[in-house]
T-cell receptor, first 114, second 114 residues
Framework: DAKTTQPTSMDCAEGRAANLPCNHSTISGNEYVYWYRQIHSQGPQYIIH???NNETNEMASLIITEDRKSSTLILPHATLRDTAVYYCIVRVAGAGGGADGLTFGKGTHLIIQP | DGGITQSPKYLFRKEGQNVTLSCEQN?????MYWYRQDPGQGLRLIYY???????QKGDIAEGYSVSREKKESFPLTVTSAQKNPTAFYLCASRRDASSYNEQFFGPGTRLTVL
């Protein structure tokens, strides 16, 4: 699976859009970009995933650059409950080759300020 | 309610004792996973099972064992051979291992070995 690089931490004011960047310059053509988040001492929660087109769901939007080497997760109206560690993961969808699991790095600690 | 349950939430054991962590899901998912998380770190894959009666080692399987006798259950045993067992353990499931679907995580079990 391709390696990802994320900032260690970010702040965002409540009610503003939170934009979380992720670099994945070694991504290959059949690898998807997944985003999960983990609120302190809980299990991670799936947010969104995409291949090359921008995606939107009820939680967030995912913007993937045309060369697919980076992406941005957007939380349109951040609330205090969005404070969490956000993980950007790149992997082949489905079983793929090798161990069938997700490789979580250290992620970005997003802190929403009141 | 459908979901993944892990019990107990907190577990204390003496060094040298084996301990089994429970993971149950009623989502009718084929694939199940065990991860370990250390403070300030991402998740690392211990074992995974893509179907009943089959399981595979992940990245850090040494000192752990699993079974998958029923579709809904995937217990993890932390043996005395695991040199540093104190950690946060997370179980996850996925509808199946061959399609583009996300993993659902349980609330986790925090194991402390005294």
């Amino acid at each position: 699976d391709a390696k990802t690089t994320q900032p260690t931490s970010m702040d965002c004011a409540e009610g503003r859009a939170a934009n979380l960047p992720c670099n994945h310059s070694t991504i290959s053509g059949n690898e998807y970009v997944y985003w999960y988040r983990q609120i302190h001492s809980q299990g991670p929660q799936y947010i969104i995933h995409g291949l090359k087109n921008n995606e939107t769901n009820e939680m967030a939007s995912l913007i993937i650059t045309e060369d697919r080497k980076s992406s941005t997760l957007i939380l349109p109206h951040a609330t205090l409950r969005d404070t969490a560690v956000y993980y950007c993961i790149v992997r082949v969808a489905g079983a793929g080759g090798g161990a069938d699991g997700l490789t979580f790095g250290k992620g970005t600690h997003l802190i929403i300020q009141p | 309610d459908g979901g993944i349950t892990q019990s107990p939430k907190y577990l204390f054991r003496k060094e040298g004792q084996n301990v089994t962590l429970s993971c149950e899901q009623n989502l009718n998912h084929d694939a199940m996973y065990w991860y370990r998380q250390d403070p300030g770190q991402g998740l690392r894959l211990i074992y995974y099972s893509q179907i009943v009666n089959d399981f595979q080692k992940g990245d850090i399987a040494e000192g752990y064992s699993v079974s998958r006798e029923k579709k809904e259950s995937f217990p993890l045993t932390v043996t005395s051979a695991q040199k540093n067992p104190t950690a946060f353990y997370l179980c996850a499931s996925r509808r199946d291992a061959s399609s583009y679907n996300e993993q659902f995580f349980g609330p986790g079990t925090r194991l402390t070995v005294l």
